[in-house]
């Protein structure tokens, strides 16, 4: 398969600059350019696109938005690539224009895309978390060896001296036996999420599909300002992963990858969850 014959080349430039590092794709021909897809253009997309596109055998033949004040930005960038607001369309409409594609939306478009990108035979790098449910994780896991497709996923701090430092002192035993782990963080923003219930129905802005950016597997509800898009969906269960998936899929890395958790453990997993007082309707929303 053509799949088989593409690897992953080291992203170029100095890693401490860029906000994103994924790896790039070598073309089906060796003297061809890759040719490359972005779902999403701005925030921690943007750095994804930067970073992408500073490879000299890679060109951006196509970016995609539901956002156009973001996606125009974009363009001007690469004033060559073809736009679009519509994943579905976009990956319609390119077929075999492209090679690979890399999905920077928020959490629960991630594996719409991926299995869709991955079933049209495209490698794909998309951000961390992958995904909403481990269903999910499983089904792209199958499609990716049927397809013989390259990923890779965007915890690239993972490359960074101190987590590789940290699983090396871990895998040496230098800090004996491990009995507790305990992670934690200074991003304090997530504690400003709370929102009185229920949320005000703002106008959409008129650069913004709501419903593209709602996607197929979310209940329609109006569109809030400054509590979705283009930030704070990582504060509701049914767009993100708090804290969790932000930093936290970044401090796990090195204690996972060091203590071999993904096939040695954990035979067992134990929850403690603070009530938050929040009203019953207020839950039934935010879950």
């Known amino acids: 398969m053509k799949n088989s014959r593409r690897q ?14 994924p790896a790039i794709l070598s073309t089906r021909s060796p003297n061809a350019l890759l040719s490359h897809a972005c779902v999403g253009t701005a925030n921690m997309a943007g750095g994804d696109l930067k970073s992408i596109a500073s490879h000299k055998r890679t060109h951006i033949t196509a970016l995609c938005d539901v956002d156009s004040a973001f996606l125009a930005a974009a363009h001007k960038r690469h004033p060559d690539a073809r736009i679009y607001r519509s994943w579905k369309e976009m990956l319609e409409k390119e077929g075999d224009r492209i090679d690979s594609v890399n999905v920077s939306t928020p959490d629960h478009m991630h594996a719409p895309v991926i299995l869709a990108a991955l079933a049209r035979g495209k490698n794909v790098y998309a951000q961390k ?9 499983r089904a792209i896991e199958k499609l ?112 996972w990858l060091g203590m071999r958790l993904g096939t040695l453990g954990p035979t067992a997993v134990r929850a403690e969850v603070i009530d938050d007082k929040w009203s019953a309707t207020f839950r039934e929303q935010f879950w």
């Open 129 to 137: 978390p992958l995904c909403h449910s481990l269903a999910e994780c």
């Open 8 to 21: 992953f080349l080291a992203s170029v430039g100095s890693l401490a600059a860029l906000p994103a590092f």
């Open 144 to 255: 990716v060896n049927e397809k013989r497709a390259v990923t890779q996923l965007g915890t690239q701090i993972a490359s960074w001296v101190c987590d590789r430092q940290t699983v090396a002192a871990i895998e040496s035993g230098a800090i004996g036996r491990i009995k507790h782990v305990w992670l934690f963080t200074n991003s304090g923003w997530f504690a400003n999420g709370r929102r009185a219930w229920p949320l005000p129905a703002d106008p959409i802005p008129a650069t913004l599909d709501w419903k593209l950016w709602l996607g197929d597997q979310v209940p329609c509800r109006p569109y809030a300002k400054g509590v979705y898009h283009p930030r704070m969906w990582r504060h509701w269960c049914a767009f993100g992963s708090s804290w969790l998936g932000d930093m936290g899929s970044h401090i796990f890395s090195p204690v």
